[in-house]
């Protein structure tokens, strides 16, 4: 019987099949538990980014583009897809967290995000893990300027060279 | 009436209707990672500055995103009777085991994994669908796995 595909999405450290990059870097004198990222403002979130996340995402729900759409149901306007705001918060937890390569990422939607908010990303090592397998998990948050929560997330990053070199897998070979 | 979202079949039904579907595969659809797509991406996230396409690599944020609406999830939504109009994002999650490249072909395989019928103080009930997405290539390697909750809310009148 084939294997399924499918199951539990839990960090699986499947470093042997990442990209090879040598990282020669010591992250474990970078990032420390309890370490902040530097809090970064982005937005407005512009109705044209949300046309073009639509196209490249298939994400075509009226609702978040179509004015009198969004007003019909009730709301005040459109509001941005959650996954257009998860993606950049995404994007800052791979700048924020490089060298290391995020491997799982779970993302909770909190509140509606609006066109015209400024938001605020941030996140914060929540422990190091530095046995043989070393990695990290860190919390994420995207929130409004008056400090409410849009977006929580939690997230994983492993050492790619180092996950290489302790690999079981990669030990057994010659 | 303003603030009310209608739900043309009571949420209730809807679970009914929806749980012997729990655990059923839907039709696997290709996906071809495109560099225009990936531009495109990058434009509507505002990631300046990383040339990802001409190094084959993909955004974190693409590879959390592709494949969530794909035609046979937004079918079976349909089917089940929810109004997709009018579903909303509740949760994701998502695990890289292998990156995907520009360029390449993969096929996404989905099914229903979960299903929840919940009430609230703020809505009068909602429904919660986990799809979970499995990114394979054509050799049946897994790339990507994610799951994502979909929301159909019933608001009070």
Redesign the interface.
Known sequence: MEPS???K????F?WN???KKSKDVNWEQIFKEGDCAIEHQ?GPIELQ??V??A?????????HFDQD?ARS??FPSVFV????P???L??F??DWLSPL?????????VDKIWPHELLILGGEVKQVYSDSLPFIEAHLWMKASDGSIKIKANCTAIDLAVNEKNDPLNNRKG | ?????KVANSLESLFIKAKPLLGT?LARFPWAVEEG??T??Q?????DGVDFVSKREV????S???????LPHYALLKNIGLD????????????????LQVGDSYVI?Q?L?SLFLKESSKYKQMLLLTI?S?V?DSH?T?FI???HTSIQLEQNE
Request: proline content about 4%; cysteine-free.
């Open positions: 595909l499918f199951g999405i839990t960090p699986q499947s099949k990442m990209n982005i980014s949300i073009q996340y196209g490249a995402s298939g994400d075509f729900n009226p609702i759409f149901l009730g897809m959650g996954m257009l998860g993606a950049i995404a994007e937890a791979r390569q995020i491997n799982y990422i779970k993302f909770r939607f | 009436m303003k603030g009310t979202i595969e797509q990936v495109q991406f434009k509507s996230l505002h990631v955004p974190l944020a693409y959390v995103s592709i494949g969530l609406w794909g997709v109009k009018n579903v909303v994002h509740g949760e994701q999650s998502f695990e890289l085991i292998e990156p395989s099914k994994s979970q499995v394979i049946g897994v796995r994610k799951n």
